[in-house]
Each structure stands twice: as structure tokens, then as C-alpha cells.
């Protein structure tokens, strides 16, 4: 088993910068698939970056590239999501996940992932 505690959400300015961290405990992997997904009320899940196979690869949705960042600190078990120049449509929950057999194929698919964090807000206003 792998818990997930997110942290770093909160209110910020449009425009404004926000880093979330995803801390990993338990039965981790050394070479773990991580990313964060975000949702709005009543619709499903969407893939915003993942730091894949211990941060070997990063990958981000096209809505999200050139503004936001993941890093991971190993030593930490632990990753990051730097959002910068937020607007209105980052607004969501934001929730981590972390696997350890995914395939390039699938990194951006909620299904396969394994383990879950409790969501964390972040709102963005103008």
C-alpha cells in the first residue's frame, strides 16, 4: 500500500503561481510513475502532467505546457507540480496518483493508476 498526502492548493491571482506536492509513504517504488489530475464538479478526471518512472520522462497536457513544471525529490519520496500564470480555467481539485507498471501508453489514463491522493482545491481568481 502507498499513501499520498497533497499539499500546496489554495486562492491565487490570475497570473499568480502556485506548487503543489504529492508526498508518497509506505510501499514505495524507487521508479515510480506520478501525476497530478484535475476535476471540475461533475465531470471526470483530466490528466494534467506526470513525472514518469522515477522522473525519467515528464509529460503535460497541451492546456497546461509551458506554464507548469514537476520535479521530483526522491529522497523525499515526494513531487511537484509548479503552476505558473494561472487563470480562471486551472481552477479544479487537483489530485495526485501514482503507479508503478505503467507504460508511455497509458500515463495519461486515471484507470491506471493504482493509488490515490485526497484531492487538493485550487482556485484561480480574476
Known amino acids: 500500500q502507498v499513501q499520498l498526502e497533497e499539499s500546496g492548493g489554495g486562492l491565487v491571482q490570475t497570473g499568480g503561481s502556485l506548487r503543489l506536492s504529492c508526498a508518497a509513504s509506505?510501499?514505495?517504488?524507487?521508479?515510480?510513475?506520478v501525476a497530478w489530475f484535475r476535476q471540475d464538479p461533475g465531470k471526470e478526471r483530466v490528466f494534467v502532467a506526470a513525472?514518469?518512472?522515477?522522473?525519467?520522462?515528464?509529460y503535460f497536457s497541451d492546456s497546461v505546457k509551458g506554464r507548469f513544471s514537476i520535479s521530483r525529490d526522491s529522497a523525499k519520496n515526494t513531487v511537484y507540480l509548479q503552476m505558473n500564470s494561472l487563470n480562471s480555467e486551472d481552477t479544479a481539485v487537483y489530485f495526485c496518483?501514482?503507479?508503478?507498471?505503467?507504460?508511455?501508453?497509458?500515463?495519461?489514463?486515471?484507470?491506471?493508476?493504482?493509488?490515490w491522493g485526497q484531492g487538493t482545491q485550487v482556485t484561480v481568481s480574476s
Open positions: 496518483a501514482y503507479g508503478t507498471r505503467l507504460i508511455l501508453s497509458t500515463v495519461r489514463v486515471a484507470d491506471a493508476y493504482d493509488y
Open positions: 509506505g510501499s514505495t517504488s524507487s521508479r515510480p510513475t
Open positions: 513525472s514518469h518512472r522515477g522522473g525519467s520522462s515528464t
